[in-house]
């Protein structure tokens, strides 16, 4: 009763067993959900901190440039109806870039892109027409701009703010711009470089290209990022997008906080390493791991005891499965003791499958004996045969037959009308013997029939039903077909086959000389004529 409870018992009762024999390793779990939930607050927080600081600079650089076009607004308005006075336009580019930090230089410029005035005056651009996408842009827009980066003439690259000038009878006349170097100190520079991180994280800037505007490192500004962030109205609100991800470029994982400025179409991204974020864990982790390690030891232990209890009747299975070839298998394998339901059942599967396992080998033996086109037996079969007739003394008669201009039919009608013609003739020689007859197909057009305990008249007689059954049958595509055969009988004791079937070969092929279609027994020398 006890082994019949046991063996009923399934892999999950088990599993719940081990379990409750393994409760202390919640220790171990514990520390794990520890580490989970620490770490993704630890992610969260540092993500939501990058994103408010990119917000908050995002929100800094949207001020400072609605001060540097109302700056600009305000000069334009000033030289807007004095815009032919050269000494009022140097005056006033000189002061609108003195009097405050915000522009590394500043230009007026008239209708037709040529500039009227500039400060500071070394760059020597006065009376120059200058050609740049990002001034035809603003001579065509006639709106306050802020273009994107480009190289100028004095090989800076560098961010040009404009605001169009406007005279009193709305006349166009030009714009004043103030431009701020990308790659050189600016008031921007300092206003994205004023937190100093020493934690690893840095901050950057890009335009909706993709470009890199502003680094700590100059030798990226101008580069491509291979961060792209969807900064559409559809995921974040339009121009004042902003958000947070994980991004991971080679084995570096960082988190990523950044923010729209909407005059300018930048993103400001916030950046640190995932490394930076987790590493105060580190310390706390190795604690509770080096406190929970005794237990830990204790409850190994016991669950692999139990394990191994589980496993053995599934080694002692596995083992057995190897020596699927050995006569004594079955009852090596009645032997292990499955004591829980799922061994039981694959003992049970395994028994099942040997002797599958032995009846698909005596299919697979009856297949390599038989010819896959005509379901005869082939060469080996026929070995076989002949020598199951030696060992028994038998006399027997062999009956060689041949397709007659098989070629021709192979290339006139193709090879799959050859094979039906091949298929029709066993057809026919399975339907002219009897059921002791051996009827092998020993080539391509090839025929052999062992006629055993039958004389050489009888055999000949067959031999001739055979023939004429053949060619009076009408095949598809083809029409009728006639074959050529040779009969031979074996000699007393059975100790020469080949001889016999040399001598049926032999006789098939004089039947082949002497004008095919015919049956030829070469011991009675004889000819069968054909019948009209």
Known sequence: MFNSLWSRTDLRRLIVLLTVMSIMVTLVNTIYATYRVQRELLVSNTLESNRVYAAKLAASTEIFF????????????????????????????????????????????????????????????????????????????????????????????????????????????????????????????????????????????????????????????????????????????????????????????????????????????????????????????????????????????????????????????????????????????????????????????????????????????????????????????LYNALESLRQSSKRFTVIALDIDHFKRVNDLFGHDVGDTVIRNVAAQLRHCSREADIVCRSGGEEFLLLLPEMTMEASIDVAERIRRHIAECEISVVGHITVSVGVASSPAGNDDIPSVLKLADDALYQAKREGRNRVVSLSAATVIPLED
């Open 66 to 381: 609605r001060n540097a076009q109302q700056q600009l607004a305000y000069s334009a308005q000033e030289v807007a109806n004095r815009f032919e006075d050269n000494a009022l336009l140097d005056a006033e580019a000189e002061r609108l870039r003195a009097q405050t930090d915000s522009f590394n230089s500043v230009a007026i410029v008239d209708s037709d892109g040529v500039v009227r005035a500039v400060s500071p005056p070394m760059l020597r651009l006065k009376g120059r027409q200058l050609d740049s996408p990002s001034l035809r842009q603003a001579l065509k827009l006639r709106k306050p701009l802020i273009s994107q980066p480009f190289l100028s003439s004095a090989n800076n690259m560098l961010v040009l703010i404009s605001h169009p000038v406007i005279n009193r009878q709305g006349r166009y006349l030009g714009y004043v711009s103030g431009s701020l170097y990308l790659k050189r100190k600016s008031i921007l520079s300092e206003l994205l470089a004023e937190q100093y991180y020493r934690d690893g994280s840095y901050l950057y800037v890009v335009d909706d290209t993709h470009h890199i505007l502003y680094d700590s490192d100059v030798s990226r500004i101008g580069k491509v990022t291979r961060r792209q962030f969807d900064t559409g109205a559809a995921a974040f609100g339009g121009d004042n997008a902003q958000g947070s991800m994980a991004w991971t470029e080679g084995n570096e994982h960082e988190l990523v906080g950044y923010a729209r400025v909407p005059s300018a179409g930048w993103t400001i991204v916030a950046v640190r390493g995932t490394d930076a974020t987790l590493k105060p864990m580190e310390g706390l982790i190795l604690k509770v791991i080096g406190n929970s390690a005794p237990w830990l030891v204790i409850t190994l232990l016991f669950a692999w005891q139990f394990a191994r209890l589980i496993a053995q009747p599934l080694w002692q299975l596995a083992r057995r499965a190897g020596e699927m070839n050995e006569p004594a298998v079955s009852n090596n394998i009645k032997t292990i003791k499955s004591w829980y339901f799922e061994a039981s059942q694959l003992k049970k599967a395994m028994l099942i499958g040997i002797d599958l396992l032995h009846q698909r080998i005596g299919s697979l033996v009856s297949e390599v004996l038989r010819d896959p086109l005509t379901g005869l037996s082939n060469r080996r079969g």
